[in-house]
């Protein structure tokens, strides 16, 4: 009898899940970047439009909209002044296939207060 096409179906078994994993990883990943480049985006467009005589609340509303857009989740906002800077920073959650509760995403954008009052 011929064990050889049984070795090799363990073998594809064995293999299949790892590729399988591995190419949804890579696609989390990918995922995940983007997700960051979206925060960062967000923040850098409500850290811009701080300006002075501005509405603080249509730059936050214009940030929260950048991020939605760009498909984040659980959006999280905090604007804070700390000495002479304006700190921006913008939470999230990108989509993603298993959460372990490692896909929070946090960015920020640091501008001089001065040109941001």
């Not at 480049?37 to 509303?61: F, H, K, M, N, Q």
């Not at 296939?97 to 207060?113: H, K, M, N, S, W």
């Amino acid at each position: 009898m011929n064990q050889r096409g049984v070795a090799e179906s363990v073998q594809w078994a064995i293999l299949m899940p790892a590729l399988l994993m591995l190419i949804l990883g890579l696609v989390q990943t990918g995922i995940w970047l983007h997700g960051r480049a979206v925060a960062a985006a967000a923040a850098a467009t409500i850290a811009d439009l701080r300006a002075p005589g501005d509405d603080p609340a249509a730059a936050e509303e214009a940030g929260r909209r950048v991020a939605t857009t760009g498909g984040l989740t659980e959006v999280g906002i905090d604007i804070a002044v700390d000495r002479d800077l304006l700190v921006v920073t913008v939470t999230g959650r990108p989509l993603s296939f298993l959460d372990f509760g490692l896909t929070q995403i946090r960015e920020r954008a640091v501008l001089p207060a001065e040109v941001a009052r």
